[in-house]
């Protein structure tokens, strides 16, 4: 079985790292990364921490528009898979990169199997809904991490060659938490105390695309009591020196992290600020209390379970929720039992049978 595997951003690293690990234990995979993140601290370094190989194509498309960088996708893409004949079209998420492999896989009539599938925000207005909506009704099997993204698709009419197989972040978690405890360094270089400082992300366009939101945002961190630290994507962190912002004693922006570092800042963190699918998955994994710094979540069962408090980016519904916000003693089980690489390859080699 030859399965073409296309990944472009950080989470798909860490997706495709759990799932790559089984794959080539008995079948062939052709790994294309189409450089959407492609600096060190956004992609390198996850193929060093994770043992990903390299990639057999490396398309670096680089920073654009939406439209720019998936067409460019597109036209990268499509000489690559005539060339190399595969079985299946592996994609993973929500990004333009998923939506790419997707849509060529179609075009040329290859089957694409979408890992995270069926996750839904009902808000049209983010650009990854769309790739969502889009790659779910082109994919012939659509692995989910839970039932409720069984019935999202079920109310679109799709129905055939859907499975609930649990997260593969879970996998990755599960595996490299404990390589987290034994070489991350993080803490100790920043100067941090367990559950003693606040941990922040922000990436959503609708979060650092607009100065002035941004800003605001930025402000509500300097604002707080506690030590937070937020590594920012490179793109914002450029705009941030551009708009000669000044951080609160309080606030420590840094480039981004690892893999490694950001599971072990995760766990220690007192609490996590965020506007990222992944790290509300991983904090509650970690027992972390998650703000959500969004109007909705596609990770619903957090918030259902008490652990994940959405409130937007409103600065007194975020200050009140970091000097209130309290989860419950227990924690359900979400996301699987840490096997579901396992059974997405099981599915895979079904379908070629």
Not at 195 to 218: C, G, S, W
């Amino acid at each position: 079985m030859i399965i073409l595997t296309v990944v472009g951003a950080r989470p798909q690293f860490v997706k495709a790292a759990a799932v790559s690990r089984v794959l080539r234990e008995k079948h062939t995979e052709v790994l294309v990364h189409t450089g959407q993140h492609y600096d060190d601290g956004m992609s390198k370094v996850f193929f060093r921490e994770l043992d990903i190989p390299e990639p057999d194509y490396n398309l670096e498309v680089g920073s654009a528009g939406h439209s720019v960088q998936t067409g460019e996708m597109l036209i990268r893409m499509e000489p690559i898979f005539e060339k190399e004949k595969p079985d299946w079209v592996l994609v993973y998420g929500d990004t333009n990169s998923t939506l790419a492999g997707a849509l060529t896989a179609s075009k040329l009539q290859i089957p694409t199997a979408h890992i995270e599938a069926g996750l839904r925000s009902f808000n049209r207005a983010m650009p990854e809904e769309i790739n969502r909506i889009l790659t779910d009704h082109v994919s012939r099997l659509l692995f989910c991490p839970a039932q409720k993204a069984v019935e999202n698709l079920r109310l679109e009419g799709v129905t055939s060659g859907v499975h609930v197989v649990g997260d593969v972040m879970y996998d990755a978690v599960l595996r490299y938490s404990a390589v987290a405890a034994e070489r991350s360094s993080i803490l100790g270089v920043l100067g941090l105390t367990p559950k003693q400082y606040l941990l922040a992300t922000v990436h959503r366009a609708a979060n650092v695309d607009d100065m002035e939101r941004l800003l605001d945002i930025l402000e509500t961190f300097s604002a707080l009591e506690e030590t937070v630290v937020f590594p920012v994507h490179p793109r914002t962190f450029k705009r941030i020196r551009a708009a000669g912002f000044s951080a609160g004693e309080n606030l420590k922006l840094m480039e981004p992290v690892g893999y490694l570092d950001m599971l072990w800042l995760e766990k220690n963190a007192r609490m996590i600020l965020t506007d990222s699918g992944g790290v509300q998955k991983e904090a509650y994994w970690f027992g972390t209390p998650c703000i959500t710094l969004r109007e909705e979540t596609e990770w619903v069962e957090t918030v259902q379970a008490g652990w994940n408090l959405v409130v937007g980016v409103e600065r007194g519904r975020i200050v009140d929720a970091v000097r209130n916000f309290s989860p419950p003693a227990s924690r359900p089980h979400l996301f699987g039992d840490g096997n579901a690489a396992q059974k997405i390859i099981r599915h895979l080699e079904d379908e070629c049978r």
